[in-house]
């Protein structure tokens, strides 16, 4: 294997552009598409790193699968063109090569392979005595130590640019994103390695144009470093994810809707007036916090009587009743059916982990 070791690529400082913005195509699918929608985006004046996928991991077969090394110089091409460096992603030892090989500048790790230890490792050993930046996606499912796993395993191989990529997590039943962003596990994340530049990819939790600006807006309030973003030159007709890609155009107007926030807050007045409201939140907290606990005791005493008159915990159509009962007082006090209903049944195990625990105590 072609040894890369020793390699210093210029883009370390890359991540050190806040907001950093990178955008490109879910695939690459010909040169000349690679190519114009580079050019373009390059025009909008806003981007700083070209990506495209080059392999594509599909979850079902007979989907397109990326048209594979051959696609590298044509990201090359594009790079000439434009001057911005460009990343793709790799889940094997032998893409990374190919990759570094065509000069690629950074590379990310992808939410399928974050999921797969043997593949990050596999990556990580191949990354030893290089530096470039990688990039990792949260794994598909909810699951914050295949992320932290994965990270730790490219930064053991020596990486010292590295970054998140939250580009949220599927979930089973319907909802209006493709992948639940849960932004809670995100915030987490962040909360672990405080230092680490954080990006949003707004196309893959989405999966429609739409809500882009929205979640992107989200992320930005929520002191997130930038985005990863899918663009194409002729969106529909792309041969992947069509459905959620925006033309450099379009992802310019974007961008100018955008609302950058900074997170540190300069005026002492200002710092005021958040700690007041901050103190406010922390006192209601703690107010829930008893409410739910006097709850959790009613929840036992009915524990304590079902389990002297031998009666299930659960009871369908009584449970049925509080939800239709909350999501309609919910709806009044301005709360989404979504958060009542994933509240309740938070809610909801919790007091059947505390008559379960009556119920069947010995003595
Ligand atoms: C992609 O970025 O094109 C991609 C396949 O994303 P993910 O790994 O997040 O599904
Ligand atoms: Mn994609």
């Given at each position: 294997m072609e040894t890369f070791s020793g390699e210093q690529r210029e883009t370390a400082t890359l991540l050190q552009r806040s907001p950093l913005?990178?955008?490109?195509?879910c695939s690459a699918e010909t040169e000349e598409q690679v190519v114009e929608t580079a050019l373009r985006l390059k025009a909008t004046g806003k981007v700083h790193a070209l990506r495209a996928g080059i392999w594509k991991p599909r979850t079902r077969p007979g989907n397109f699968e990326g048209v594979g090394a051959q696609g590298l110089?044509?990201?090359?091409?594009?790079?000439?063109?434009t001057g911005l460096p460009y990343g793709v992603e790799v889940a094997t030892a032998k893409q990374l090569e190919e990759a570094l090989r065509h000069d690629a500048d950074f590379v990310w790790i992808g939410a399928r392979t974050t999921a797969n230890p043997f593949s990050v490792q596999e990556v990580a050993d191949a990354l030893q005595g290089v530096q470039l930046p990688v990039m990792i996606k949260?794994?598909?499912?909810?699951?914050?130590?295949?992320?932290?796993?994965?990270?730790e395993r490219v930064m053991k191989a020596g990486i010292e640019a590295v970054a998140l990529i939250h580009r949220g997590?599927?979930?089973?039943?319907?909802?209006?994103?493709?992948n639940a962003p849960m932004w809670q596990l995100a915030i987490e994340m962040?909360?672990?390695f405080p230092g680490l530049p954080f990006l949003i990819d707004p196309s893959h939790i989405c999966g429609n144009r739409h809500l882009l600006q929205e979640v992107t807006q989200n992320a930005m309030d929520l002191d997130y470093d930038g985005l990863i973003i899918e663009s194409h030159r002729d969106p529909d007709q792309a041969?992947?994810?069509?459905?959620?890609?925006?033309?450099p155009e379009r992802l310019l107007t974007m961008l100018g809707d955008i609302v950058w926030r900074k997170e540190e807050v300069l005026s002492e007045e200002m710092h005021m007036h958040l700690e007041k409201l901050r103190h406010q939140i922390d006192r209601l907290d703690d107010e829930l916090l008893r409410l739910l606990h006097d709850r959790m005791k009613i929840s036992e005493q009915i524990g304590e009587y079902k389990k002297a008159h031998?009666?299930?915990i659960l009871q369908t159509e009584r449970w049925n009743q509080i939800l239709e009962r909350v999501c309609r007082n919910g709806e009044k006090a301005g709360l989404s059916k979504e958060f009542i209903t994933q509240y309740y049944d938070a809610i909801h195990m919790e007091s059947i982990k505390h008559q379960d625990a009556i119920m069947?105590?010995?003595?």
């Open positions: 913005i990178i955008a490109g195509p110089p044509w990201l090359q091409k594009a790079k000439e063109l949260n794994p598909v499912n909810p699951d914050m130590e295949l992320w932290t796993g994965a990270l997590f599927s979930a089973y039943g319907h909802t209006d994103f493709r962040k909360r672990r041969w992947s994810d069509a459905s959620q890609q925006i033309t031998n009666i299930t069947n105590a010995h003595g």
